[in-house]
């Protein structure tokens, strides 16, 4: 349920330094307050490792979501497994959000009752969701330090030239319900999009048939499809991005590569972020809006969902369950936090049928490409490869690994091994044995791409930015032939790739195996590596064995 009169979101992580401050009083909790079920406070600020700069001004507005936990969460995950499991009678028997909610949501008592307090507290309600895990909010610094029993204090960032804002300890709250999650108390890591810009050492010419022989999307439509039959008909994209784009940059895009635009574009923002950013670098989203598009030209939209902070966005797409295929090539450096709030999304996800798919990153490690969300074993992670063509618009040569293709064992030593991926990991490819590994699959992701953005249209651009909406994409074209052929969607893709894969003779009918090209310490070798993971699409074939 959605409130109309959503307010404009307030930015606020750019403040200019102030004079450092003196030490603020305290605010003293309630007896009654109770902890949270995660924390919230950023290292850096809870090991005193940051100077206090100053204090915000009281009056000063914050959009902001608070989370509640998931109920049954073990039957969940029984579900969950069921849902992939081939020999289970309950094979890709995916939940509605009604039922998901009934079954799983928080209870319609907390939700209320949650609501109903922060309400009264001053704080303004914008947004409620569908399956009650979200309440987005707005209220001024003072009304949200007083709910939270908190102090909000703008620090030195010890690594970026800004402050940050954060909470000096970990909220508390006068209310009987628990709460899982806030997000939006702090700005000490923020979202940046996973496109690479062309440098002096980018491919002075490709095989594609854009400006300069660089790619453009209907090139990978013929090296990763090759067919004409499919074209995503009644199928919709979900794009998650966390700024507003210029809509006039996607016609732009059609009309120099001279091919038509027939597919609805439909921006949707969840927290009252403009959609139209009037004049900004736009370039991640409109090559996530056209290359999703040209790998699927007759999809009957895409959703380009629009929002400051990533879980406003995650639970919006999950919640309205439109589209059965998800994108982001955005990433954020990731604390516990985002994975206690985000990853019941992404199970949530799967068991509705949705394909989330995200970019793994561009500077060969996951630290240094901040890895989250491709840390996350509920969802499909895309690295980069090199790719050449048979000439422009021709079929599928070769490929290999792209030197920046972000990869590897995850940070988070909580998060493990998921066990279809186990029996991938061996002493060639160096994959972790216990932890899960980064990526799962690929697309091309090197510096010959061509994209259109504010205005003007250039070659030369990389990034896995290019490679999770182009499966997107291919991924509609699946559920197209499932839809058609009166099969279900195919959900988590990850899994069932990884399944299909075990047999050699199958995984190398559907796979374009990428071997050789290294990024960083690891080596696209044969089968599974942690450049290209299990590969790129091989045509008709892997949407044939997605789909029987």
């Known amino acids: 349920m959605r409130n109309d009169r959503l307010k404009s979101?307030?930015?606020?992580?750019?403040?200019?330094?102030?004079a450092a401050a003196a030490l603020l009083n305290a605010v003293p909790a309630t007896a009654s307050a109770t902890a949270l079920l995660s924390t919230h406070v950023p290292r850096a600020v809870a090991r005193h490792l940051v100077p206090i700069v100053s204090e915000p001004d009281p009056a000063l507005h914050l959009q902001f979501e608070v989370a509640l936990p998931m109920r049954n969460q073990d039957a969940r995950d029984a579900l969950l497994h069921a849902i992939y499991d081939p020999a289970s009678p309950q094979y890709?028997?995916?939940?509605?959000?009604a039922e998901f909610t009934r079954r799983f949501g928080p209870s319609a008592h907390d939700y209320t009752t949650a609501v109903s307090y922060f309400q009264s507290s001053g704080l303004s309600v914008t947004a409620l969701s569908a399956n009650r895990y979200i309440i987005e909010l707005d209220g001024s610094i003072a009304a949200i330090e007083k709910v939270f029993h908190v102090?909000?204090?703008y620090y030195r960032h010890p690594t970026e030239q800004r402050n940050f804002i954060a909470p000096d300890r970990e909220p508390t709250l006068d209310l009987a319900v628990p709460v899982l999650h806030v997000t939006g108390l702090d700005d000490f890591d923020l979202p940046h999009p996973r496109l690479a810009a062309p440098t002096a050492f980018s491919p002075k010419a490709g095989t594609g048939s854009g400006p300069?022989?660089?790619?453009?999307?209907?090139?990978?439509?013929?090296?990763?499809?090759?067919?004409?039959?499919l074209t995503g008909a009644g199928q919709s994209v979900g794009l998650m991005e966390l700024e507003g784009y210029i809509p006039s940059d996607i016609p732009l895009y059609f009309q120099k590569v001279k091919q038509p635009l027939n597919v609805a574009v439909n921006g949707i923002s969840t927290d009252g972020t403009p959609i139209d950013c009037k004049k900004c670098n736009d370039g991640e989203q409109t090559l996530d809006i056209d290359y999703a598009i040209s790998m699927a030209p007759g999809l009957d939209q895409v959703q380009v969902y629009v929002a400051h902070h990533p879980v406003s966005v995650l639970n919006r797409m999950v919640s309205d369950d439109v589209s059965e295929q998800l994108s982001t090539s955005w990433g954020w450096a990731g604390q516990k936090g985002d994975f206690t709030v985000e990853d019941p999304i992404y199970k949530e996800m799967a068991v509705q049928g949705q394909t989330f798919l995200t970019a793994s990153g561009d500077a060969s490690t996951l630290k240094a490409s901040d890895p989250w969300p491709e840390e996350d074993a509920n969802l499909t992670a895309v690295?980069?490869?090199?790719?050449?063509?048979?000439?422009?618009?021709?079929?599928?040569?070769?490929?290999?690994g792209w030197k920046d293709s972000?990869?590897?064992p995850s940070l988070d030593k909580s998060i493990l091994i998921p066990p279809y991926q186990v029996p991938f990991i061996n002493a060639q490819n160096m994959g972790s044995h216990t932890l899960r590994n980064v990526p799962d699959v690929a697309a091309n992701a090197n510096f010959n791409m061509y994209i259109c953005f504010n205005g003007k249209c250039q070659g030369g651009w990389g990034g896995t930015s290019f490679s999770s909406p182009m499966w997107a994409g291919y991924i509609a074209l699946a559920n197209e032939q499932a839809a058609a052929r009166g099969k279900p969607v195919v959900g988590f893709v990850a899994k069932t790739l990884y399944d299909l894969s075990k047999k050699t003779a199958k995984y190398k009918s559907i796979f374009h195996d990428v071997i050789g090209g290294k990024s960083g310490k690891y080596t696209a070798v044969e089968g599974y590596d942690l450049v290209t993971g299990l590969g790129s699409p091989n045509g008709q074939a892997m949407i044939d064995a997605l789909t029987k």
């Open 151 to 153: 102090k909000l204090r």
């Open 92 to 97: 890709r028997h995916y939940l509605s959000v």
């Open 212 to 229: 300069g022989g660089n790619f453009i999307g209907s090139d990978m439509r013929a090296a990763y499809y090759g067919g004409t039959a």
């Open 383 to 400: 690295g980069g490869s090199d790719l050449v063509t048979n000439g422009a618009a021709g079929t599928y040569k070769t490929e290999t």
């Open 406 to 408: 972000a990869g590897g």
């Open 9 to 18: 979101a307030v930015r606020w992580h750019m403040f200019g330094a102030a």
